[in-house]
């Protein structure tokens, strides 16, 4: 049975800060930023918008009639919600206007999260061949104004249809994973921004890529050369890059260029975003779909996803021949060039009155923000959502 990806959609707030101006503001170099790091620009999420909206924002472009009345299942992948007892995916289901008959859930582990749930969603189709999962990897990236993780920050979400004989994408087995209990980066219950041993989570994330890269060679006997493209977890672009130098000299030259040129495409999108967290890796892979128009059907492309703490995980995916026609190009061309810049100080105003700290009551400037679906306010500790297209 072949089961996957059926449609992908993606949504990032409308604000946006340059990194050439945020360097020149933390005293830099900029090149440090935009080479070093790897990012141009910085995506902003105003007070209007939560992992929840931005992940119902994300699902609302993608969904028709059928998916609506299909989908059994959604799983709600993020590590930095609303709420510690009730799963953002119930607030999505609604505000979306899914089957009533469904399991909603929310699972975390870090920018793991999201690759858990297709794989739970992979499990559950296979059980229930004639069910669609809607599967949401949101977040929104907090380390704090000043610090050594600021440049690395961004927000935004995928939503993934996942079905049997899907448009886009099989996915294939093996997977192979690895678990190990580290203190990379982590964000305690009481604190909004994340605790981060920066290096230290550089030389995991890159340890882990290893071990999953020789598990998977050693049980499939496959190579560089059997893939079109190896897309990686990328919470800041140059670290996908240097995990993939580690391993590029056991491809032949021509493989060599092919990986690192499909490399640069599938960094594209999340130089402009930033580090969406769980949703980062398949916003890559949405960058190389969309970006690379001479992807073959039946090409492999390999999925390396990391979330600290730290799980990894490596598996292929096939590309199906209706691919190209199944993908949402055009409107995320339009969704991050209509984006507006801000400046470094509205930016800092923006991060210090948007917090995961609770607000017991407020209303917020949903007319100042251009997304369908927005955070109106917080009335006796309760999110209230609107729609505006319903
Ligand atoms: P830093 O210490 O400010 O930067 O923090 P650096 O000194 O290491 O420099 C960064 C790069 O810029 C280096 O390149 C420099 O050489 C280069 P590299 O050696 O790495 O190839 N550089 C320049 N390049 C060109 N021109 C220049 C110049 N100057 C310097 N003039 C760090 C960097 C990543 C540690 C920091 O941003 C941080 O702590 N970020 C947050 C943690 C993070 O993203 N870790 C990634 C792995 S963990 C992960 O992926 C999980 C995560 O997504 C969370 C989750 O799972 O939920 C984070």
């Not at 882990?208 to 190579?223: A, H, I, S």
Request: contains cysteine.
């Amino acid at each position: 049975m072949k089961i996957g990806m059926d449609k992908i959609g993606f949504y990032t707030p409308h604000l946006y800060i340059d990194m050439n101006k945020l360097a020149l503001a933390r005293n830099v170099k900029p090149e440090k930023l935009t080479i070093g790091i790897g990012q141009e620009k910085m995506a902003v999420p105003p007070i209007t918008q939560d992992t929840v909206t931005l992940a119902a924002n994300a699902a609302l472009e993608i969904l028709d009639e059928d998916d609506k009345e299909k989908i059994d299942f959604v799983i709600f992948a993020t590590e930095s919600g609303i709420d510690f007892s009730k799963a953002a995916a119930i607030y999505v289901h609604h505000l979306l206007g899914l089957n009533p008959n469904a399991r909603s859930i929310e699972v975390k582990e870090a920018c793991y999260g999201a690759t858990a749930a297709v794989q739970i969603a992979k499990g559950h189709i296979a059980l229930n061949p004639e069910s669609k999962v809607l599967v949401l990897g949101s977040d929104i990236s907090r380390y704090g104004l000043n610090s050594p993780g600021e440049a690395t920050q961004g927000a935004g979400a995928v939503a993934i249809v996942m079905s049997v004989n899907p448009r886009i994408l099989t996915i294939e087995g093996p997977s192979v994973y690895h678990t190990e209990d580290v203190m990379d980066f982590w964000r305690p219950l009481y604190s909004d921004t994340a605790f981060v041993q920066g290096k230290y989570s550089v030389e995991l994330y890159i340890a882990f890529f290893q071990n999953v890269w020789k598990q998977y060679k050693d049980r499939t006997g496959l190579e560089l050369k059997d893939f079109e493209a190896i897309c990686f977890h990328l919470p800041y672009t140059k670290l996908g890059l240097k995990a993939l130098r580690t391993v590029i000299d056991e491809g032949m030259d021509e493989v060599q260029k092919r990986l690192l040129a499909n490399f640069e495409i599938s960094r594209r999108y999340n130089k402009v975003v930033g580090n969406i967290y769980t949703g980062s890796l398949y916003l890559s892979l949405l960058s190389l779909l969309e970006l690379n128009t001479d992807i073959e059907p039946g090409s492999r492309i390999g999925l390396f996803s990391y979330g600290s703490g730290a799980v990894g995980e490596f598996f292929p995916c096939i590309v199906q021949p209706q691919y190209r026609e199944a993908l949402y190009k055009a409107q995320h061309a339009k969704l991050l060039s209509e984006r507006r810049e801000i400046s470094i100080s509205e930016y800092e105003e923006i991060f210090q009155t948007t917090s995961l700290a609770e607000v017991p009551s407020a209303r917020f400037p949903i007319e100042k923000d251009p997304a369908a679906i927005c955070l109106a306010g917080v009335n006796e500790h309760k999110r209230e959502y609107v729609n505006k297209v319903n």
